[in-house]
């Protein structure tokens, strides 16, 4: 059975993350990596931002996220920049992800250095934080930085994570489904217009993660298709999204959003 | 309002042109398009092309139109049936 490995102690085995990496299962979930009351923190800063900066919209995103920037490099490091005054506003008073993910890498992999990725001497966006309302569904897709993120010096590492920290779940829907079925250049042909590929990609073998609670950090291998399932209830699903790139020759993790 | 067409890069015809596998037309397009149409880019948003033209080559346009799934805003058919178009790789803007 294909299905994910569910960790208490904040730590990983190198063993596991090999077999993410290799697609021998869909995903590690490290169980309260963020206590209930550090979610409820970092929440309420998120609000407050969002009162601050959209009053009249719907805040969807926190930070810039290279996708967004694939041929816009410097309009992405500026926004990268201006991000960080957001993110000592937000973490003020919890540790940061990327502080928390550099813990649990130095348990993990003592021989891997991990830093946050820089373009042009300067550092990308290490995180992006995402609240998806009732209605919302992000459709089958990859995340593959090799092809997607060629203008970036980070295009040329050989292996990429994806870490979503889950900070506030919805009472219905939003679901984490992982296919074992590995992207390559000839799914393209099954696009979608705006975003993400048709079901034919989708392969019979698939993974709901389950039970996914608030705090928990989910790993997966994101060039294996996967989807986040519409978002049913009043609650919106609030996650923090980054990426681990390695370097295994070099033994460095770098990390950007 | 432009017509548009979205399909996969598939053969080189020189730094400029190329074939595309054409999947999706947009509704209300004035003309009709085939499913393979012959391409070239007046105007490019597609990563890894290079902002000069004169960089353009055969190899380059392979590896960033290849199999790769593009949008082509067109300006015009020529008498030669080959479509001008500003072409971009479309939908990576993340969700």
């Given at each position: 059975m294909w299905a994910p490995i569910y960790s208490d102690n904040r730590k990983i085995k190198y063993s596991d993350f090999k077999q993410i990496l290799e697609g021998e299962i869909p995903g590690i979930v490290i169980k309260k990596f963020y206590s209930e009351n550090q979610c409820d923190e970092i929440l309420k800063k998120i609000k407050e931002y969002e009162i601050t900066c959209f009053e009249d919209s719907k805040l969807e995103h926190i930070g810039p996220f290279l996708m967004s920037y694939t041929t816009r490099k410097e309009k992405y490091l500026d926004k990268s920049k201006e991000f960080q005054k957001t993110t000592h506003l937000i973490f003020e008073k919890v540790e940061n992800p990327f502080n928390r993910i550099n813990k649990l890498i130095n348990l993990s992999l003592p021989s891997f250095s991990i830093s946050i990725a820089r373009e042009s001497e300067r550092d990308m966006s290490p995180f992006v934080i995402r609240v998806h309302r009732k209605g919302k569904s992000i459709p089958i897709h990859k995340d593959n930085v090799n092809y997607e993120g060629?203008?970036?010096?980070?295009?040329?590492?050989?292996y990429q994570l994806s870490c979503v920290i889950h900070l506030q779940e919805s009472e219905f829907g939003g679901d984490v489904i992982i296919y074992k079925n590995k992207w390559n250049?000839?799914?393209?042909?099954?696009?979608n217009i705006d975003f993400g590929y048709s079901?034919?990609?989708?392969?019979?073998e698939s993974c709901k993660?389950?039970?996914?609670?608030?705090g928990d950090l989910v790993i997966i291998n994101p060039n294996y298709f996967h989807q986040v399932t519409e978002i049913l209830g009043e609650i919106p699903r609030i996650t923090l999204g980054m990426f681990l790139g390695i370097y295994q020759k070099d033994q460095r993790i770098v990390v950007w959003a | 309002m432009t017509d548009i067409i979205w399909g996969n890069g598939s053969e080189i015809l020189s730094p400029d042109s190329f074939i595309l596998n054409v999947t999706h037309r947009k509704n209300g397009n004035k003309e009709n398009y085939s499913d393979v149409e012959k391409i070239k880019i007046i105007q490019a948003d597609i990563p890894?092309?290079?902002?000069?033209?004169?960089?353009?080559n055969n190899e380059i346009l392979a590896q960033c139109t290849k199999d790769a799934f593009l949008k082509c805003e067109i300006e015009s058919r020529d008498a030669s049936g080959m479509i001008l178009a500003k072409v971009s790789h479309s939908g990576v803007g993340g969700y």
């Open positions: 060629k203008e970036y010096s980070i295009a040329d590492i050989e250049r000839k799914h393209e042909k099954y696009r079901s034919q990609v989708a392969s019979k993660i389950e039970g996914i609670e608030k | 890894g092309m290079p902002q000069n033209q004169s960089e353009w």
